[in-house]
C-alpha cells in the first residue's frame, strides 16, 4: 500500500481528492490536513510515501511547508494545483526549487467530462512519484557522480560546427532543465529548442518560472519565427514543434506520437533531418519512450547525443530507452551535461 498525505485547505476538494486515490486499491491515505504546519506534524508522525500538497493554504503555504519537510523529514512531494493563470503556475513551480518532485492540475468535479482524465493523470503521478528517493536523488544531483560510459568517444566538434541544440523532458524535467539552463554560458551561438511533456495549461506559466528563474531568454515557441542564437524556444501544448532548413520554427497540428502532442520523437526527427551532424540531442528525464528512437537517428546523423544517467532521473525511462538503444553517445548526469556544453562553446579552435 502507498500510504499518501493530503494537504489542503479546501474540504470539498479534499473530499474529491479523497474520493479519487481511495479508488485505486493501491492507495490508502493516511491523513487529510488543511494547512502547512499540520502537513510538517504529519509527515512526523505518520510517514507518508507521497503527499499531495495544495500551494495557498492559510498559516503556512504550500512553499514553506516543501522547503521545511525536505529538510527535516524528505518525502516526495506532488503540487496539486487548481489555478493554470501564468502567474499562479509560475508560483506553482517554484515549488520544485523548495523540492517538490511534480505538479498536476487538481481534478475537475465528478460530474465533469474532463474528470476520469484528470484522476488517472493524478492516480498515475502519485504512484510514479512515491518511488522517487528524494534525499539520494536530490544529494546525487549536486555530487560528482561515477558517469556511466557508453563507449570513449570523446566530443571533437569545433563549437563553430553546433549550429541547433535540441532538449527533451518529461517527469523530473523542469528542475533538471532549470539547472541546465541557469548555468549555460549566456552567449551561446546556437538556439535551443525544448520539449517539456507537461499537463494542458501550464505550459505559459512554465516558459515564466523558467525565464525568471535563469535568466535566460526563452520563449513560447511560435510558428514561423526564426529561432535565434542564445534563445530558448518551448513548445507548446497541443502542438508538435520542428525546424525548417531556414532555422524557422515549425509547429505542426499532426498526430500525437507516442500518445504525446508535443512530442519528443518530432523535434529530434527534424533536427536530425535538417541539421545532422550540427547538432547536439538532449534526452532528460521522462516516463515512456518518447525521443529514444529518434536520438539515435540524430547520433547515426552523425548529432552529438546524451542521455541523462539513471542516478540524476526522477523517471529513467526516456533516457534509458535511448541508452538500451545505443541511441546516447554521452550518458550524463545534469551536472556533466552542463560543463560538457560550457566546455565546448568555451572551447577555441576546435581544442
Known amino acids: 500500500m502507498i500510504k499518501v498525505l493530503i494537504v489542503e485547505d479546501s474540504p470539498v476538494m479534499q473530499e474529491l481528492l479523497a474520493y479519487t486515490i481511495q479508488s485505486d486499491p493501491d492507495f490508502n491515505i493516511v491523513d487529510i490536513v488543511s494547512n502547512g504546519e499540520d502537513a510538517i506534524d504529519a509527515v512526523m508522525k505518520k510517514h507518508p510515501d507521497i503527499i499531495a500538497m495544495d500551494c495557498y493554504m492559510p498559516k503556512l503555504d504550500g512553499r514553506q511547508a516543501t522547503r521545511i519537510i525536505m529538510e527535516t523529514n524528505p518525502t516526495p512531494i506532488v503540487i496539486v494545483t487548481g489555478s493554470i493563470t501564468a502567474k499562479d503556475v509560475a508560483i506553482n513551480f517554484a515549488l520544485l526549487e523548495a523540492g517538490a518532485v511534480a505538479i498536476i492540475k487538481k481534478p475537475q468535479s465528478l460530474n465533469h467530462p474532463e474528470y476520469k482524465k484528470d484522476a488517472r493523470k493524478l492516480i498515475d503521478t502519485l504512484k510514479l512519484m512515491s518511488e522517487v528517493k528524494v534525499v539520494t536523488r536530490f544529494n546525487r544531483t549536486l555530487k560528482k557522480n561515477k558517469t556511466q560510459k557508453c563507449n570513449n568517444e570523446k566530443i571533437t566538434k569545433k563549437n563553430s560546427d553546433i549550429k541547433i541544440i535540441a532538449i527533451g523532458a518529461s517527469t523530473g524535467g523542469p528542475k533538471i532543465l532549470q539547472k541546465i539552463i541557469c548555468g549555460l554560458p549566456k552567449n551561446i551561438p546556437v538556439p535551443i529548442l525544448i520539449v517539456q511533456h507537461i499537463s494542458q495549461g501550464f505550459t505559459k506559466g512554465f516558459v515564466e518560472w523558467l525565464k525568471t528563474t535563469t535568466n535566460f531568454p526563452l520563449h513560447l515557441a511560435s510558428h514561423g519565427e526564426r529561432a535565434l542564437p542564445r534563445h530558448g524556444y518551448i513548445a507548446p501544448y497541443g502542438f508538435h514543434m520542428g525546424i525548417d532548413k531556414e532555422s524557422k520554427i515549425i509547429l505542426s497540428e499532426h498526430e500525437p506520437e507516442n500518445g504525446l502532442k508535443p512530442s519528443v520523437a518530432f523535434l529530434f526527427r527534424t ?31 552523425g548529432s552529438i547525443t546524451i542521455a541523462q544517467n539513471e542516478e540524476s532521473s526522477a523517471v529513467f525511462g526516456m533516457p534509458g530507452e535511448a541508452i538500451r538503444l545505443n541511441a546516447a553517445m554521452h550518458i550524463l548526469s545534469p551536472e556533466e551535461i552542463l560543463n560538457t556544453l560550457t566546455a565546448l562553446f568555451t572551447k577555441t579552435n576546435g581544442d
Open 271 to 301: 533536427v536530425a533531418n535538417i541539421f545532422g551532424s550540427n547538432a547536439i540531442g538532449i534526452l532528460l528525464t521522462g516516463m515512456g519512450q518518447d525521443g529514444a528512437k529518434e536520438l539515435k537517428l540524430m547520433k547515426d546523423k
